[in-house]
């Protein structure tokens, strides 16, 4: 058999492409045809694809705390202030540099210490300050605080019983409250700690507090107020105007000068705006007068535009954060420029001809175990099974093999079609209006069904499978891809929608956070450490897919947004998520033991997984590889720290018990430098990930580069006209 697939593909890489020599007929005579009537263009629908609405019985109550005037549109379900808006909307978020709380009409601020061990690393909130109204101006109040508007990088809260307003705005050194009230509302700001020295300027617009945790903190006023203090007191008389609270870095007086130069201009919010391929603009409002100060993670200062002139940096202002030291930058619109990522079907630098016969061999066999009738009724594990079926097509293209391409293209379409139909009996999609966004009918019913996605958990995990799946069709099938077209971009907006109107049916971004640079995984489930994402690797799967599903429709604005969330995944996850040896991002102890995180959370970083414990480190490595696609190679381009992670996984494999599936994606790791003893241990397997497959697994170690070509380097070498035209 193997010797008919050699001989097939040596025939269908020989044969000539000349056609036959005819001899030209003879001329007719020419009769011009009458003219046609003129094409009768596409009209979009009136409006956008809805699947079939429900009530969700599981979903939380969001006007808790959304103001009236938001409640009439979509509502963030995977946001950075989603403790805000849970339960009692009591736990704390991390709004950088401060650990934020809302509790009983007051809101507490911490400047957090870490706690940390090799398994794990969280920053511990205290109150530090805690600022209300020394009365209750608005007894008839239900709520303890509202949010009134927000934004992609800050929230506002309103808390109605004490007349305050505070703008979060992140990467802000000053906390600020808008204070109102006719005649003025009497503050108190309280510590858990003990004020050691407490002075203010001439003018009584600065206050400096001292604490008996070595902490010093800044009280600035736009107008003087009167404040008197006790032991863990301070009080005000009637005040109205604007408060900002920040504290001293290391209680140095060097950064005095620098908090009291930028503490007359706040931001009260801001937003991200994507303006060319590849360029994300922040872009603040402010009010007071002065210039900006506001404070950039090390993700912010490596793509910081070199040739912005609108910025300067303030490499010496520092505040400590989990996220790595934040940096002041003095400027209300920041340019972020990453590395191009060309978004492509097949492998990058391609597979050679000799290797066909290999994969061809692979991929018959896995074809023909193609089974239509898939019995998982889990919209991720369903999606996991289509999206793999689809990579044995492009491969099949790759290596031009197509005769497996009908029963391929056969197979997705009956597996895709009743979740976009409705006809699939044991799932499928629903639209939420509650919220706004999908969610399947399981889900709908039990928040823990198809892990979450009811609630907002996953869903560029799971969506970004089923995107894959359908952008393969829609480029091996244009006519199908022209039908269910409006189910697709459906599914993509419910995580890409990038509209703020009121009349859109999805949130913005719904998992992307655009301070960060990286998704959340988390949904409505209140954490006390924040959002959390534990697969980059299916993250960037998501928006690659949708690129890929902007290439299948000729689509050049889905194509570009989507490579450039998934480059700034790619960052992300090379930044926070894969550990190095020698790295100061953590502590040393957790630096040591760990060369990937498990779970990464808004306020912690965790060895262990949903799934597994952290000695399972096949686990902690598969999970941040699969699925295995052309832009893996670009989510690991570092080969030195590709041997790492690597060298530092292969003594799990000696537990018993380790799944074969996982191992799969260990060997591809070590192919990228070892394709020969790779090859042989992946030819060893005797199972694979439910979304993997032999074919797919010899199609990467094939297209991986030999020792004399050069390896590495980031996602912009791999822009095949960046690399020919500088």
């Known amino acids: 058999m193997l010797k008919k697939i050699c001989r097939r593909v040596k025939t269908l890489v020989t044969k000539s492409f000349k056609k036959p020599y005819r001899p030209s ?28 609405k429900t009530q969700s019985t599981v979903l939380p109550d969001p006007s808790l705390f959304f103001s009236q005037t938001l409640l009439s549109t979509p509502l963030p379900t995977n946001s950075f202030f989603q403790n805000f808006t849970l339960k009692n909307g009591d736990q704390p978020e991390y709004i950088h540099p401060y650990l934020i709380k809302s509790s009983l009409s007051s809101l507490s601020l911490s400047y957090p210490s870490r706690f940390f061990n090799s398994s794990f690393i969280y920053q511990v909130f205290n109150a530090d300050l805690t600022i209300s109204a020394s009365e209750n101006t608005n007894p008839g109040s239900q709520n303890p605080h509202f949010i009134s508007s927000f934004s992609d ?16 705005v992140r990467g802000s050194p000053f906390l600020t409250c808008s204070v109102s009230g006719g005649g003025g509302t009497a503050i108190s700001i309280s510590t858990i700690h003990a004020i050691l020295s407490f002075s203010s300027n001439s003018a009584q617009t600065k206050y400096t507090i001292k604490l008996n945790n070595n902490q010093t903190w800044l009280i600035y006023t736009s107008s003087p107020i009167s404040l008197t203090h006790s032991l863990s007191l301070i009080t005000s008389t009637e005040f ?24 007359t201009c706040y931001p009260v919010s801001g937003d991200a705006v994507f303006t060319k391929p590849f360029c994300l603009e922040y872009k603040w409002e402010k009010k007071g007068w002065g210039d900006l100060l506001m404070l950039a993670h090390p993700l912010h200062l490596r793509i910081l535009a070199g040739d912005d002139s609108n910025v300067t940096v303030l490499e010496e202002f520092k505040y400590n954060s989990i996220d790595g030291e934040l940096v002041g930058v003095v400027g209300d619109s920041w340019s972020l420029k990453t590395a191009t990522v060309s978004v492509n079907w097949h492998s990058v630098r391609g597979v050679k001809e000799e290797s066909y016969a290999d994969i061809i061999s692979a991929l018959v066999g896995d074809v023909e175990a193609l089974n239509p009738t898939i019995t998982t009724t889990s919209s991720y594990f369903y999606g996991k099974l289509i999206a793999r079926a689809a990579r044995l097509a492009l491969i099949a293209e790759e290596v031009g093999f197509l005769e497996v391409i009908p029963k391929i293209r056969k197979y997705l379409k009956d597996t895709i079609e009743p979740w976009l139909d ?42 970004g499978y089923f995107l894959y799946a359908i952008a393969v069709l829609a480029k091996i099938d244009p006519v199908w891809g022209r039908k269910y077209r409006p189910q697709a971009y459906s599914l993509m907006a419910d995580f890409m929608n990038l509209g703020r109107q009121s009349n859109s049916s999805y949130t913005r971004l719904r998992c992307f956070d655009l301070y960060k640079l990286h998704s959340w995984a988390g949904g409505l489930t209140e954490f006390a450490d924040g959002r959390n994402q534990e697969s980059t690797s299916e993250a960037v799967n998501a928006y690659y897919s949708a690129a890929l599903m902007g290439l299948a429709y000729g689509d050049t604005r889905l194509v570009s947004i989507g490579s450039m969330l998934a480059a700034l995944e ?26 990937v995180v498990g779970v990464l959370w808004a306020n912690k970083r965790d060895s262990g997984l949903w799934f597994a414990p952290p000695q399972w480190k096949e686990c902690r490595l598969g999970i ?28 799990a494999l000696g537990r018993e018990g380790v799944g074969e599936g996982w191992k799969g994606f260990l060997y591809s790791l070590e192919g990228i430098y070892d394709k020969e003893g790779a090859l042989e241990k992946i030819k060893n397997l005797t199972g694979f990930d439910d979304g993997n497959s032999l074919t797919n697994l010899l199609w990467w170690i094939h297209s991986r580069a030999d020792e004399e070509e050069e390896v590495g380097g980031g996602g912009g070498k791999y822009c095949w006209f960046g690399h020919y035209c500088h």
């Not at 629903?430 to 996605?453: C, E, N, P, R």
């Not at 550990?579 to 502590?587: A, I, L, P, Q």
């Open 25 to 52: 007929p003879q001329p007719e005579p020419i009769i011009m045809p009458p003219p046609p009537s003129p094409p009768q263009p596409m009209k979009p629908p009136n409006k956008p694809f809805l699947f079939p």
């Open 153 to 168: 990088l800050s929230v506002t809260l309103d808390f109605p019983s004490s007349n305050l307003r505070f703008f979060l």
């Open 240 to 263: 109205s105007g604007i408060i900002r609270i920040a504290l001293l870095p290391d209680s140095d007086p060097k950064y005095e000068a620098i908090l009291d130069r930028f503490s």
């Open 422 to 463: 409705g006809s699939f009996s044991g799932n499928g999609f629903l639209y939420d209006a509650k919220w706004g966004g999908i969610v399947t009918k399981q889900g709908a019913l039990d928040s823990g069904a198809d892990f979450g996605f009811g609630i907002y958990n996953d869903h560029h995990y799971h969506l």
């Open 570 to 595: 790619i960052h992300s996850a090379q930044t926070w998520w894969h550990v190095r040896e020698g790295d100061n991002m953590y502590e040393e102890d957790f630096t040591r033991e760990n060369r």
């Open 624 to 651: 941040q590889v699969l699925p295995l696609l052309p832009i893996t190679e670009i989510l690991f381009s570092d080969v030195g720290f590709v041997r790492e992670l690597v060298k530092w996984t292969l003594p």
